[in-house]
């Protein structure tokens, strides 16, 4: 169960979009369509932002997209706004009920 | 209003034992699986344990297998986490978090525990 990888930094300016992968296996993201994308602002708890791949919950702004492919998950944020700048996980299931986590992209806005 | 409060955190010794436990308000609870996940000062998340409705199931994250024990009092609405022979490296804040369908909508504040002689 090693941790999903994601870039450590990635940055935009307004209005551009940025695009933060998530790379797996075959056995987590590549095996089953439950990667999620989660928001954390410095001290503050994660918000989840996109569920199954690519579902937003309710008032996650549609500027937030997800996509897969293969072992790769994929969270684009079109529109990049001042307050998308934190820090950005994804999620996947791993097979038996287990839940394992990227290390964490901080998102810049230039 | 969705709430989860964690407590329990603190400063521990090295080799030590923690409970934290996750008060729930504000909707169904037997709807719901309960996680914790944990967050290291300046790391990434870490998913640890999740405990289904009615203790049904228990998850663990296999390099904490063997030192975790999940639990949920459905009655009073709450979830438990043991934590035995607390290391250096449990020095984490503590969160609990609703899961269904593997994806936690809901989130704690989160607890701080710090392991320190």
């Known amino acids: 169960q090693s941790a999903l990888t994601q870039p450590p930094s990635a940055s935009g300016s307004p209005g551009q979009s940025v695009t933060i992968s998530c790379t797996g296996t075959?056995?987590?993201?590549?095996?089953?369509?439950?990667v999620s994308w989660y928001q954390q602002h410095p001290g503050k708890a994660p918000k989840l932002m996109i569920y199954?791949?690519?579902k937003r919950p309710s008032g996650v702004p549609d500027r937030f997209t997800g996509s897969k492919s293969g072992n790769t998950a994929s969270l684009t944020v079109s529109g990049l706004q001042a307050e998308d700048e934190a820090d950005y996980s994804c999620?996947?299931?791993?097979?038996?009920?287990?839940?394992?986590f990227g290390g964490g992209t901080r998102l810049t806005v230039l | 209003q969705v709430h989860l409060e964690e407590s329990g955190g603190g400063l521990v010794k090295p080799g030590g034992s923690l409970r934290l436990s996750c008060a729930a308000s504000g909707f169904t609870f037997t709807d719901y699986s309960m996680s914790w996940i944990r967050q290291a000062p300046g790391k990434g998340l870490e998913w640890l344990s999740c405990?289904?409705?009615?203790?049904?199931?228990?998850m663990y994250a296999d390099p904490l297998r063997g030192r975790l024990s999940v639990s949920r009092d459905d009655a009073k609405r709450s979830v438990f986490l043991q934590i035995d022979n607390l290391r250096a490296e449990d020095t984490a804040v503590y969160y609990c978090a609703t899961e269904n369908y593997f994806k936690s909508e809901y989130w704690g504040r989160g607890t701080l525990v710090s392991v320190s002689s």
């Open positions: 999620a996947s299931h791993a097979g038996g009920g287990i839940v394992i």
């Open positions: 199954e791949v690519n």
């Open positions: 405990v289904s409705p009615g203790n049904k199931h228990t």
């Open positions: 075959s056995s987590d993201v590549g095996a089953y369509d439950y």
